[in-house]
């Protein structure tokens, strides 16, 4: 039988045995009711780390960002953030949906915006105009192949927005790969954000999960619209238990998968087909097929030999290493990508 290798996501991590074990130690109880400790410890866990006032755990990323879009607007607000966002992209045009406000895109180089980039696009208070309410910026970013802002780059817009009266979300699905990277510290983050969204079940490698981080009156309000958008959860605690062991254990081990993006992406270099690798600053590689091969076949032949990845265009693929990824796997697909001979363009 062949090994599948599946570089397609760091969402396919599969809960570890002392995840499991932790899961089913948990003290739990009905969190609608505020009674579930452990979901109360993971959301205070993660709130000290960022140096916020409290949390909210819900059960996805999407969740926790389009709740945070909705604290943060009003109808016909406008959200200013990147072309590449998932809150923009990939969260099913739930910004309309949920908060019925218009959305600015922005062009950031590999999609990390700056204050240069945001200011002109700040709308003036005139009837014509949305109001502009909440930028959004995202760390790491995935479109941008896993870029990394820096705190000095984070303080400057956080700035700018207070100078204008927005509100500054952190869409975090990858924070800590970004802490990992920079060095930077959680601690350092609170101070600069109204609402920060982690997710624990990407590289961190819980089977559920992410955690909304704002001020009590945020989380007050956030609890409420998690109840509206039907994610108010009971026993929530087994889910909660597996995010509290995947912080204890997993978050120390991220730059192992850092290590392994840039073993990949100096592979990918040498190769034929490919013309172009993003930089690597985190656990994304995307990539760029040179003239004459498609995205669609150099995935196929990768898929024939036991390597799964994702296309993010016509002519881009990418891969994402995690927790489920180990060294004798890059070895091996290190090997493949060496000897692969994809079938150019007819
Ligand atoms: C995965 C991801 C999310 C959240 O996705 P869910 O699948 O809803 O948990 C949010 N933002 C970014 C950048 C992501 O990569």
Not at 134 to 156: D, F, P, R, S
Not at 331 to 343: G, N, R, S, V, Y
């Amino acid at each position: 039988m062949q090994i599948k290798t599946d570089f397609r996501s760091d969402t396919v991590t599969l809960p570890v045995p002392g995840m499991l074990a932790a899961m089913m130690a948990a003290k739990v109880g009905d969190d609608v009711y505020g009674e579930d400790d452990t979901v109360a410890e993971l959301e205070n866990k993660l709130a000290r780390t960022f140096n916020m006032e409290a949390g909210l755990f819900c059960p996805s990323g999407t969740m926790t960002n389009q709740i945070a879009i909705k604290c943060f607007t009003q109808p016909m607000d406008e959200v200013i953030c990147d072309q590449t966002a998932h809150v923009y992209r990939y969260e099913g045009g739930g910004i309309a949906y949920h908060s019925m406000a218009s959305v600015r895109l922005l062009h950031g180089p590999r999609g990390i915006l700056t204050p240069e980039l945001i200011a002109p696009e700040i709308n003036d208070d005139n009837i014509h105009y949305p109001n502009s309410s909440l930028v959004v910026l995202e760390n790491t970013v995935n479109k941008g192949g896993g870029a990394c802002y820096t705190l000095e780059q984070i303080a400057t817009i956080y700035e700018l927005c207070r100078r204008n009266g927005l509100k500054l979300h952190l869409d975090g699905a990858r924070i800590f790969n970004a802490l990992t990277a920079t060095g930077d510290e959680a601690q350092q983050y609170g101070q600069y954000f109204d609402g920060i969204s982690v997710c624990l079940s990407k590289g961190l490698g819980a089977p559920i999960g992410s955690v909304l981080l704002g001020s009590k009156e945020t989380i007050h309000k956030a609890r409420k619209i998690r109840k509206a958008f039907g994610g108010g959860m009971r026993q929530s605690g087994f889910l909660a238990a597996a995010g509290i062991y995947a912080l204890d254990h997993h978050v120390s081990r991220l730059s192992e998968d850092h290590a392994h993006a840039q073993l990949l992406a100096e592979a990918l270099k040498e190769t034929a087909y490919v013309a172009e690798v993003m930089p690597v600053e985190t656990n994304i590689v995307i990539f760029k097929m040179a003239a004459g091969y498609s995205s669609a076949a150099v995935l196929g032949s990768l898929n024939e030999k036991g390597i799964l990845c994702g296309t993010t265009g016509p002519d881009t693929i990418r891969f994402v290493t995690h927790l489920n990824i180990s060294p004798e796997m890059v070895a091996h697909a290190i090997q493949t990508i060496k000897e692969l001979k994809p079938a150019r363009n007819s």
